[in-house]
């Protein structure tokens, strides 16, 4: 099956971004649509962003609007997650998710991002 590999996540300070990676393992991917997702220590996964893959159409959580950036490379089959202006309240495990056409969900292995001063 398939195979997720993030990357990117590390420690910034407030104000800062960070750029995360998430790159599949198939040779031909065709996802109905790839996310970000993120899990905060003692709290549930939460979305935070995803596009379909065919048309490039975005969603982002009301969180993140205007600060996020979710982007993606199809020919490399990867998708991007641009963060800027992160907060203490965006340190969580981000989790890369992909949805196929026919219901299954893959995920990530999770990176780091800690927000702090």
């Known amino acids: 099956q398939v195979q997720l590999v993030e990357s990117g996540g590390g420690l910034v300070q407030p104000g800062g971004s960070l750029r995360l990676s998430c790159s599949a393992s198939?040779?031909?991917?065709?996802?109905?649509?790839m996310g970000w997702f993120r899990q905060a220590p003692g709290k549930e996964r939460e979305f935070v962003a995803s596009?379909?893959?065919?048309?490039?159409?975005?969603y982002y959580a009301d969180s993140v609007k205007g600060r996020f950036t979710i982007s993606r490379h199809r020919t490399q089959n990867t998708v991007y997650l641009q963060m800027n202006s992160l907060q203490p309240e965006d340190t969580a495990v981000y989790y890369c998710?992909?949805?196929?056409?026919?219901?299954?969900?893959?995920w990530g292995q999770g990176t780091q991002v800690t927000v702090s001063s």
């Open positions: 998710n992909s949805r196929a056409h026919y219901g299954a969900d893959f």
């Open positions: 198939a040779r031909t991917y065709s996802p109905a649509g």
């Open positions: 596009i379909r893959w065919s048309g490039g159409t975005t």
